[in-house]
């Protein structure tokens, strides 16, 4: 059994070591893109605002309504800017990463502060309570 699962591990290995080309609409607008890959196509769209995995490999991709279009390869972050594609540099990807990243802990603070906040009021709310009820006893 050990070495059924070792094996399909080595399988599924050079699967995990291709990134994702992803594409990220910036406009307020839906888009129709055709992704043309080696051996296959596809039709999708992407909406508004918002981020999609394209691809496992090489692609092309190309904007139905104008035609416009791209060629990415592995970790590449196609942007739609005002109907036109471009490559985001990956200067530009790391530091959005490391933003994304910082946000995150930022959050978790956030709800870690209000929760403290939250378990301190009532608290408090408790104590005042328990104050009203010994001199209500007096």
Do not use: R
């Amino acid at each position: 059994m050990l070495k059924i699962v070792i094996l399909i591990i080595f399988l599924l290995l050079p699967i995990s070591i291709f990134s994702d080309v992803t594409i990220i609409n910036k406009d307020d607008i839906s888009y129709k893109l055709f992704i043309e890959k080696e051996n296959s196509a596809e039709h999708t769209a992407i909406g508004a605002k918002t981020k999609a995995v394209a691809s496992q490999s090489d692609c092309k991709i190309l904007i139905k309504k104008n035609k416009n279009f791209i060629k990415a390869v592995d970790e590449d972050i196609i942007l739609i800017k005002d109907g036109k594609l471009s490559k985001k540099n990956k200067e530009d990807k790391k530091e959005e990463d490391k933003k994304d990243k910082d946000k995150k802990y930022k959050d978790k603070d956030k709800n870690k502060e209000n929760s403290n906040k939250e378990n301190s009021n009532k608290e408090n709310s408790n104590k005042e309570n328990s104050n009203k009820e010994n001199s209500n006893k007096k």
